[in-house]
């Protein structure tokens, strides 16, 4: 195949959402379809024994969540289809966030019960940013919900998107019947089944008589009326604004029951983006350039606990990336060659000989990548807006035992590089101090200290209200705001120096009176 002929069969998407909307049971479902597996597992803890694809570390097992972003990858009818399904919990929301710079759309899953909530919203306006293609999912249709016209009203109000729905439910709850794909002019009927397809009737158009054998006269009277309503009220599905971003098509069903989920696919592959350009500092980078460009989003320490190995996934922007070739390692100046880059399928990995824009790469990591690292066959780019936030809560980190110190030092170094959290050192005490955006992610870097690197830690209080980075052009200025407020400086693990403020007031105060420096709560990588 040519490259344009490999970049056009592409999809890369995430899957995000509030927590417990279904999103990691329709990844499973996602893949089921692609014969990726053959038995969907289950986020929470139930009769089915297998816990689901993505969530493979041992907490998320646990706990039954997300705590990391999952990529996997599989071929569905001649296409390429890459996953990168997203923690939903909002402690984990910066991994999601860097994770919208590595996909050209977006699924986001909505619980018909509960409609919009907060996470989602902010998830949407990061979407809104960077006008990334939409595709909404209602799930758990099998259950008692809101009105569907309710759930599109709420759609458009909370996320300020257009919709368009491309497939109607019959009924919800404990009536629920199945699904009229708009989209296709087909109905699905309903059977609980979380391992099978539901059965599927082939129709001419809504007024065939079959769909009253199907599922009852009254049923098919209400469908056609509510049919009819979306033709008055909604404009025709216009694919051109769903890939500006401006409209976003609704599908409705059941992850759990696999039910909805291939007509979302079938769909998908079909509508959705390939390859996108990407944006660098120097210049917009095409999928079809001849030459490789690719950048980090995400390291993870420890994918096999066994060999402590790191491994840094890079998207494949331009060209053709080829096993063994030496490219340019663009932060360091540093030729590269990766023997064993591999390709996803959550926690297992297949040695990959290529790739190709849009692809997901993993590339074992010595300690030499960051986020936000830029590799090429020889030309300087970088590519920007991976941001870095300002933390919320702050701890100190001690060694609960001395003996372990080395492997301490090793495990808070690879989580912190992976960016789930953020490390400081205060110039006053040197002591270490982690900031997150929430408090399950102490209690993550606490589980991953001890079952990765048998190193023991415990959390000591401290009380802070932000982390500032600081910087002025005026070196002077710099030096003398240094010394004033030396109990409250530390450095970052680029060595940048970051103002610790403990309230709002003071952190006014000193807006106020040192007019020269520069006050920032966010560092992009």
Not at 235 to 249: C, M, N, R, S, T
Not at 443 to 449: H, S
Request: hydrophobic share 40%.
């Amino acid at each position: 195949m040519t490259q344009t002929e490999e970049i056009k069969r592409r999809r890369t998407f995430a899957i995000i959402s509030h927590p417990d909307a279904g999103k990691t049971t329709l990844t499973e479902k996602l893949l089921l379809f692609g014969g990726a597996i053959h038995v969907a597992g289950a986020v929470k803890n139930n009769k089915i024994k297998k816990t689901a694809t993505s969530d493979w570390m041992e907490i998320e097992k646990q706990r039954g969540i997300s705590v990391a972003t999952s990529v996997m990858g599989f071929e569905y009818e001649g296409y390429k289809i890459n996953i990168l399904d997203t923690p939903g919990h909002q402690d984990f929301a910066e991994d999601t966030y860097r994770t919208l710079t590595a996909v050209d759309s977006v699924i986001i899953v909505v619980d018909v019960a509960k409609g919009v909530e907060q996470q989602t919203r902010k998830l949407m306006e990061v979407c809104r940013m960077r006008n990334t293609p939409v595709i909404i999912f209602v799930n758990k249709l099998d259950r008692e919900g809101r009105d569907p016209f309710d759930i599109l009203d709420e759609l458009e109000q909370e996320l300020k998107i257009d919709v368009r729905p491309l497939s109607w439910p019959i009924n919800i709850g404990a009536k629920f019947k199945g699904v009229y794909n708009i989209y296709e002019n087909a109905i699905d009927l309903f059977t609980p089944d979380k391992q099978r397809v539901s059965e599927r009737v082939e129709i001419n158009d809504v007024n065939d008589p079959r769909i009253d054998e199907a599922v009852g006269e009254a049923d098919a009277a209400k469908l056609r009326e509510d049919l009819d309503l979306i033709e008055g009220v909604y404009p025709a599905f216009d694919k051109e604004e769903y890939l500006k971003g401006a409209v976003a098509p609704v599908f409705f069903g059941s992850a759990l029951n696999t039910f909805g989920v291939k007509e979302l696919l079938d769909c998908f592959v079909e509508i959705a983006p390939s390859p996108r350009p990407v944006v660098t500092d120097e210049r917009t980078v095409n999928p079809d350039d001849p030459t490789f460009s690719g950048f980090v989003f995400k390291i993870h320490a420890n994918m096999d606990p066994n060999h402590r190995s790191c491994i840094a996934f890079l998207k494949v922007c331009s060209g053709k990336f080829e096993r063994n070739k030496v490219y340019k390692h663009v932060r360091s100046g540093k030729p590269l060659k990766v023997s064993s880059p591999t390709a996803f399928m959550a926690q297992r990995k297949d040695i990959v000989d290529e790739a190709w824009p849009g692809d997901i790469v993993g590339i074992p990591d010595t300690g030499n990548f960051k986020i936000g690292d830029t590799v090429t066959e020889g030309e300087v780019l970088h590519f920007n807006g991976i941001p870095s936030f300002s933390p919320e809560m702050f701890k100190y980190i001690e060694n609960t035992d001395p003996m372990k110190s080395k492997q301490l030092e090793k495990g808070i170094q690879q989580l912190m590089d992976e960016g789930v959290a953020q490390l400081f050192v205060n110039k006053f005490n040197n002591r270490k101090i982690i900031g997150t955006v929430g408090q399950l992610q102490f209690e993550v870097i606490q589980y991953r200290l001890l079952h990765e690197y048998g190193a023991q830690c415990r959390w000591e209080p401290l009380s802070l209200y932000k982390a500032c980075w600081i910087d002025s052009d005026d070196a002077e200025a710099l030096e003398a705001f240094k010394r004033r407020k030396q109990q409250y400086m530390a450095v970052d693990r680029a060595g940048r120096d970051v103002f610790l403020a403990d309230s709002n007031y003071v952190l006014q105060m000193a807006q106020h009176d040192f007019p020269a420096i520069k006050f920032s709560f966010s560092s992009e990588y």
